[in-house]
Nanobody, 115 residues
Framework: VQLQASGGGLVQTGGSLRLSCAPS????????RGWYRQAPGKERELVAT???????NYEESVKGRFSVSRDNRLNSVYLQMNSLKPEDTAVYFC??????????WGQGTLVTVSS
């Protein structure tokens, strides 16, 4: 099973994008979904996560601008990104983790914010 992410692209400062991620098959026991990003020359960092009970967690710099959501039935996760800044430019990876400790990663989708 692979995670398939989409929705990245080029946007101007202040613009919006919505990322989507869905698995290619069934994943059982998912308890957390989320998004990470990796900018050029930097380490991968957590952007946002959402648990099955709906509790969310955000990296400090995206609070108030990004919103993570999920569809438990489809095992999908989404990231609505508003008020984008050049420093948000990165490859965004979706992530899912199961109760059994197994982790799944998407292939990455590039988000470029022009100034």
């Amino acid at each position: 099973v692979q995670l398939q992410a989409s929705g990245g692209g080029l946007v101007q400062t202040g613009g919006s994008l919505r990322l989507s991620c869905a698995p290619s098959g069934k994943i059982s026991g998912v308890n957390a979904r989320g998004w990470y990003r990796q900018a050029p020359g930097k380490e991968r960092e957590l952007v946002a996560t959402i648990l099955n009970n709906g509790i969310t967690n955000y990296e400090e710099s995206v609070k108030g601008r990004f919103s993570v959501s999920r569809d438990n039935r489809l095992n999908s996760v989404y990231l609505q990104m508003n008020s984008l800044k050049p420093e948000d430019t990165a490859v965004y990876f979706c992530h899912q983790k199961t109760n059994y400790g197994r982790e799944y990663w998407g292939q990455g989708t590039l988000v470029t914010v022009s100034s």
